[in-house]
C-alpha cells in the first residue's frame, strides 16, 4: 500500500510527459496519421480540418473523404494510447458522420480499397443519406466495430432508424438494426427493419468501393391490412394515391426487392404478392384477391410483362365470381387491363384491352354460355320464364364516369322454351290473347337478343333498346304452326353492364395510381 502514491505519481508525471509532447506533435503528427488512414481505407483527396488536445485524447474535426464533401465526419475522437503517439490508430470515436449517396450522379474515380486496418470504432448518431426524387431516405446509426479475430475484416454492429424525409413518406419512420462486415472486398450488410407498424423486413446486400458496384436484397413476411392497421399506417405516400379508387383495402401483401447500382447508375425490381385480399369501393367489392404483381422498375413503377390477379367474387349490380385480371403496361408506359373475365349469370363474360385514365374508349364484352333464365331476370317481362344459353358480345362506350351501351348482340346456343305467364290478370283483346296462348309454351328454335342506341324522339337523346328475336312454334297452338314473334326488354340490363363493367375498370384506375407517385408534388 505504500507503494500506491509513488504509482500514481508516476503515472501522472508520465501523463503530464505525455501531453507536453503531444501538443507538439497533435497538429502535424497525429493529423497526418488521420489522414493516411483514410487513404488506407482507399479514400483519395481527404481533407482533415483541425486538431485540438483534450483530455481523453485528439479531436480532429471536419474530415471529408473528397473534395466534394460526400462522406463529411463532424467530429473524430483518438484516444490516448501509446499506439497513438507512435503513428498507429486502434481505436476511435466518431460522431455526427454523415455518408451522402447519390446514385443518378456516380462517382467515375476508381478508389482504392485495402483491407481495414485492425481498428476499433464507435459511431454516435452516424447517418447514410440516399437521394431519391421526393427526398432522402435517412439510416441513423449507433454502434460499435470491432476486429474479427483471425480474419482482415471489421464487423460494425450498429442500431438506429431508417426514414423518408418527405413531407408524405413513401414509408413510416423504422428502427432498424445492422451487421456491416468491412474487408478487402469492401463491406457486406445484414440488417433488420424491425417491428414497425407491423412491418418486418430483412436487408442484405454487399458493396464493392474498387469497381463500384453494390447490390440489395430486401425481404420479409406478409404485412396484414384491415381496420386495426390501415395503409396509411405502413404507406403515407401509397395509401394517398390509392384514396380516391380503393378507399377500403384489406388482406396479406408480402413485400420484396432488389436494388443494383454501379457506375452507370441503378436498377431495381420487386415483387408483391397478394393473399385473400378485399377492395372495398363505391361500385362494389372485390373479396378474395390472389396472385402477385412483379416489377420489372420500382423507380418509375413498370410492371414486368403481363401480370393476373383472381378475385373469388366481386359484388355489385353483377354479380361476378371467380375474375381474373391481366394488367399490363403498353410501349408508351401506360398501364391497361389486357383481359379481364368473370364467372356470370351461369355463363363467362371477358372483355379487354382497358387503358386506365379517364378518356373515352370503345370496349367490347365477349359473353359465353349465358344462362337465358337469369339475363331475362335482369330486363325480361313479368312473369317470363325460360330456358337455354346465349353467347355474342355487347359493345361499349366508356369515358369519365360513365359507361354507355352502345350495340350487342346475343344468340341462342341451340333450342330452348319460353313461358310467359303474367302474375296478375289483365283484358286483353282477341290479337293480345293470342299471343299470350302462344307464349305459353313456346319452343324456339332461334333466339336473337339485340341491342341499339336510338332516339326514343326527333332530337331526343338516344336511349338503349334491347328486343329479343324468336322463332319457333307452340305444340297447342294451331297444331304447331311454325311464329316469329318480337319481345321488348328493359333498361335493368344496361344498368347491370354498368355495374360489371366499372369494377373491371379499377385495378387499372389502381394501378395509374401508384404510377402518379413519382409525379405528385409532396
Do not use: C
Amino acid at each position: 500500500m505504500k507503494r500506491l502514491p509513488l504509482l500514481l505519481l508516476a503515472g501522472a508525471l508520465n501523463l503530464a510527459i505525455i501531453a507536453f509532447a503531444a501538443s507538439f506533435m497533435a497538429p502535424t503528427v497525429l493529423r497526418d496519421t488521420a489522414r493516411s488512414e483514410l487513404r488506407r481505407l482507399g479514400f483519395e483527396g481527404g481533407a482533415i480540418g483541425g486538431a485540438a488536445i483534450a483530455f481523453d485524447g485528439l479531436r480532429i474535426s471536419d474530415i471529408r473523404a473528397d473534395p466534394d464533401g460526400a462522406i463529411r465526419v463532424g467530429e473524430v475522437l483518438l484516444p490516448w494510447s501509446r499506439d497513438l503517439l507512435q503513428g498507429t490508430i486502434t481505436r476511435a470515436t466518431v460522431t455526427g458522420l454523415r455518408i451522402r449517396i447519390d446514385p443518378a450522379q456516380p462517382d467515375e474515380r476508381p478508389p482504392r480499397w485495402q483491407t481495414p486496418p485492425a481498428v476499433t470504432v464507435t459511431l454516435r448518431d452516424a447517418a447514410v443519406e440516399i437521394d431519391g426524387r421526393d427526398g432522402p431516405v435517412v439510416v441513423t446509426l449507433d454502434g460499435v466495430g470491432s476486429p474479427v479475430p483471425g480474419e482482415a475484416k471489421l464487423r460494425i454492429v450498429a442500431a438506429g432508424e431508417v426514414r423518408h424525409r418527405s413531407a408524405l413518406p413513401l414509408f413510416v419512420p423504422m428502427p432498424v438494426s445492422a451487421t456491416i462486415d468491412v474487408d478487402g472486398e469492401g463491406l457486406a450488410l445484414d440488417a433488420r427493419l424491425g417491428e414497425a407498424a407491423g412491418v418486418s423486413l430483412a436487408a442484405r446486400g454487399r458493396f464493392a468501393p474498387a469497381t463500384g458496384v453494390g447490390s440489395l436484397q430486401l425481404t420479409g413476411p406478409a404485412i396484414r391490412l384491415g381496420p386495426e392497421r390501415r395503409l396509411d399506417a405502413v404507406s403515407p405516400a401509397i395509401a394517398r394515391a390509392l384514396a380516391p379508387i380503393a378507399p377500403g383495402l384489406s388482406g396479406r401483401f408480402t413485400v420484396d426487392a432488389r436494388l443494383d447500382w454501379d457506375r452507370r447508375g441503378t436498377r431495381s425490381a420487386g415483387r408483391v404478392r397478394i393473399e385473400d385480399a378485399t377492395l372495398a369501393h363505391p361500385a362494389g367489392t372485390l373479396s378474395g384477391i390472389t396472385g402477385a404483381l412483379a416489377f420489372a422498375s420500382l423507380d418509375p413503377p413498370r410492371l414486368d410483362g403481363t401480370q393476373r390477379l383472381r378475385a373469388r367474387r366481386v359484388d355489385a349490380g353483377l354479380e361476378l365470381a371467380d375474375a381474373e385480371i391481366d394488367l399490363r403496361q403498353g410501349p408508351g408506359g401506360a398501364p391497361q387491363i389486357a383481359r379481364a373475365a368473370a364467372s356470370a349469370l351461369g355463363g363467362r363474360i371477358e372483355t379487354g384491352p382497358i387503358a386506365a385514365g379517364t378518356g373515352r374508349q370503345r370496349i367490347t364484352l365477349r359473353l359465353t354460355g349465358i344462362d337465358l333464365p337469369a339475363l331475362m331476370a335482369l330486363g325480361g317481362p313479368d312473369g317470363l320464364a325460360a330456358t337455354g344459353e346465349v353467347s355474342g358480345q355487347i359493345v361499349v362506350t366508356a369515358s369519365a364516369g360513365d359507361i354507355i351501351v352502345e350495340q350487342g348482340t346475343l344468340s341462342a346456343n341451340g333450342p330452348g322454351r319460353l313461358a310467359y305467364a303474367p302474375r296478375q290478370g289483365v283484358s286483353l283483346g282477341d290479337e293480345a290473347a293470342m299471343l299470350l296462348l302462344v307464349l305459353s309454351d313456346f319452343r324456339y328454335e332461334r333466339l336473337t337478343i339485340t341491342m341499339e342506341r336510338t332516339p326514343s324522339a326527333p332530337g331526343a337523346t338516344p336511349t338503349m333498346q334491347a328486343r329479343m328475336r324468336v322463332e319457333g312454334s307452340n305444340p297447342g297452338f294451331q297444331e304447331g304452326r311454325r311464329v316469329n314473334l318480337n319481345v321488348n326488354l328493359s333498361g335493368e340490363i344496361e344498368d347491370a353492364i354498368r355495374s360489371a363493367l366499372g369494377l373491371y375498370r379499377l385495378p387499372a384506375e389502381i394501378l395509374r395510381g401508384v404510377e402518379t407517385l413519382e409525379r405528385e408534388p409532396r
